[in-house]
Each structure stands twice: as C-alpha cells, then as structure tokens.
C-alpha cells in the first residue's frame, strides 16, 4: 500500500511542461531525504531529484537544468516542476521519502542513497512524452 500520493502526470509533446505534487504530510520527522524516482519500460528505477531538510537539491544529470524540485514551506508537499521534456523523460514517476537518514549515515545525494533505501512509496504517476 502506497504511503505517498503524487499527482500531476499526463501526456505532453516534447518541449513541454509537467508539474507533479507529491503529498507528502502524512509524515514529520527533523531529518529527511525525499524525492522522485522514475523508471521506464524494462528499466531499473532510477533517481532524478532530491531534496533534505535543508532545502539541499540534487539532480541527475540526465534532468538537470531542465527539472526543479521544491517543497512548500509547510513541508507538507512536494513537487517536481519538468520543463522542456523529452521523449526520453516518459516514465512512470514516484514520489519517495527516506524518513532519519542522517542516523543511519547517509547522504542525501544520488551518488550515496539508492531507491532500495527509501521506506516509504507512492503508487506512481504516469508521464508520456511525444516527439
């Protein structure tokens, strides 16, 4: 069962705009690495955005420039603004939540943390890009 739940997805053509939401006020703790994951037909799940409780912001490579992630400023929701899409950014998009990361040592960083250390999931939104 899904503990988050996104919004947002659609389809668009390439050079498009999507913003997906992410309710995320089911949970409150001092210290969390949230983020999106998206993954493709016969692909693994991948990282795209991050973001702390600091406000602290990474990307993959593949999005950068392009994608922002942002929380409000009650903490209570996520999004994830994608501009300028491409046919390869069509995927299903998940919102995840990695609740007290700094005990357990981590980094909030792609290079550090991995989709099997988030505990908690949405159910997924879909995103489809045409050329």
């Known amino acids: 069962q899904a503990q988050l739940q996104e919004s947002g997805g659609g389809s668009v053509q390439s050079g498009g705009s999507l913003r997906l939401s992410c309710d995320t006020s089911?949970?409150?703790?001092?210290?969390?690495?949230m983020g999106w994951f998206r993954q493709a037909p016969g692909k693994e799940r991948e990282g795209v955005a991050l973001i702390d409780q600091e406000n602290v912001r990474h990307y993959s490579d593949s999005v950068k420039g392009r994608f922002t992630i942002s929380e409000d400023d009650s903490k209570t929701a996520m999004y994830l603004q994608m501009n300028s899409l491409e046919p390869e950014d069509t995927a299903m998009y998940y919102c995840?939540?990695?609740?007290?990361?700094?005990?357990?040592?981590?980094?909030?960083?792609?290079?550090?943390?991995?989709?099997?250390?988030?505990?908690?999931w949405g159910q997924g939104t879909q995103v489809n890009v045409s050329s």
């Open positions: 089911t949970y409150a703790t001092s210290n969390y690495c």
């Open positions: 995840a939540a990695f609740l007290q990361y700094v005990t357990y040592g981590y980094y909030c960083a792609l290079s550090d943390v991995k989709a099997r250390d988030f505990g908690y």
